[in-house]
């Protein structure tokens, strides 16, 4: 069965939500993500990723394209707004995955200027 995921482009004004994880500096610059649940809709696994791995609430989740690697894993990236007032902070992943209790840092970095991990910025123009 094809494993199901979403990654999400949370943005505020021109700036994009990264994190880096705190024990893990190899794993690079990333955007929220993970896995679709069983009948789990896309807008609301893109919600429940973002508010696990950095503790925000978003808004207007809107589909951007589709990505596919060379295992068969399907990524459905979608766009998502917020209007926090945070610049900087860490959070604990919460979560029943795999990830839950990393600690990211998480903040807000220029669009344009983000160079993402594992092939997360693939359809970063599409911000543009």
Known sequence: ????????????????????????????VQVPAGGVRAGE???AAA??????????????????????DVEGQVTVFAHATT???LDRWAHTVTGGDSDRGLSFECSFAPAASVSL????????SLLR
């Open 1 to 28: 069965m094809t494993r199901v995921r979403v990654a999400v482009y949370v943005t505020r004004g021109s700036d994009l939500l990264v994190f880096t994880q705190r024990d893990d500096a190899e794993a690079g």
């Open 41 to 43: 809709r896309l807008d």
């Open 47 to 68: 919600v429940r990723e973002v508010l696990e791995e950095t503790g925000l609430s978003v808004s207007a989740v809107t589909p951007l394209g589709v990505q596919t």
């Open 83 to 85: 209007a926090t007032p």
């Open 117 to 124: 991990a594992g092939g997360q910025g693939e359809f970063l």
